[in-house]
């Protein structure tokens, strides 16, 4: 196998490292319990280290997908935002525009 054969397998390589310790580092960042900001929705949304996610009593999993996209399923709805974590501090956005800010518990 010469030398050409390699790098397209060592760029995917790479790509595909980059990519599994971004998801990585953005489940490390979320997990924890997480309110919305200023609503009256109560409901406290608690992402464990596993990909599981609870909202209140609602059961579901989370992953990530390209561009910071956040995909949370439950029994009920599947909801797809793009998210910008911070400390204490995560926007999801919605591809209507319209954006969710959470506080850290």
């Known amino acids: 196998m010469g030398m050409m054969a390699l790098r397209p397998r060592l760029a995917f390589s790479l790509l595909l490292f980059c990519t599994l310790a971004a998801c990585d580092n953005r489940r490390q960042q979320i997990v924890g319990k997480w309110q919305v900001e200023g609503g009256a929705n109560p409901i406290v949304w608690e992402f464990s280290p596993n990909g599981v996610v609870n909202a209140g009593s609602t059961a579901g999993r989370y992953t990530f997908g390209d561009r910071g996209r956040l995909k949370i399923q439950t029994q009920f709805a599947t909801f797809v935002y793009e998210i910008d974590v911070g400390k204490d501090?995560?926007?999801?956005?919605?591809?209507?525009g319209s954006r969710t800010e959470l506080k850290r518990l």
């Open 89 to 96: 501090r995560m926007i999801w956005k919605e591809p209507n």
